[in-house]
């Protein structure tokens, strides 16, 4: 179950989340929908990054029985930008960048591994018919 925190008056596509995170894990997440400003205090705060970025991972620190796996922070100004930048819909680039996240909460991290990351991001992009862009966007 994902539990939404959306600070915003845009539509999240619940349902579909939910449906990739049945893919990848039991557990219970909490997802927030924020703004650039507030994603960039994230980002500094946690990541000493000063600027916006289009999403962060919060994995809890102890994997206990019904407890949470984490949270994870969207960037809607994000969202939006991609979507229109690569001409697919809100809804898909959403499901993008959570997918993106949520492999971030289950320990997979593009930074250090040989490729999982990506290699499972495609695998979920496939599974459920989404746009490549992201594919592309991590090619670089």
């Given at each position: 179950m994902i539990e939404l925190e959306n600070q915003t008056h845009y539509d999240v596509p619940l349902e579909l989340l939910e449906q990739i995170t049945a893919e990848v894990t039991q557990k219970d997440l909490e997802l927030i929908i924020t703004d650039n400003a507030h994603i960039q205090e994230l980002?500094?705060?946690?990541?000493?990054?000063?600027?916006?970025?289009?999403?962060l991972s919060f994995p809890l620190e102890f994997d206990l029985p019904n407890m949470p796996?984490?949270?994870i922070v969207i960037s809607y100004n994000y969202?939006?930008?991609?979507?229109?930048?690569?001409?697919?819909?809100?809804?898909?680039?959403m499901a993008l960048l959570f997918i993106h996240g949520l492999l971030h909460l289950v320990g997979y991290d593009h930074e250090v591994d040989e490729g999982q990351h990506r290699t499972k991001e495609e695998e979920l992009i496939k599974a459920f018919n989404l746009p490549k862009s992201l594919i592309v966007r991590n090619s670089f």
């Open positions: 980002n500094l705060e946690h990541r000493g990054l000063d600027k916006a970025t289009d999403v796996l984490g949270s969202v939006q930008d991609k979507a229109q930048e690569y001409g697919h819909s809100f809804e898909n680039e």
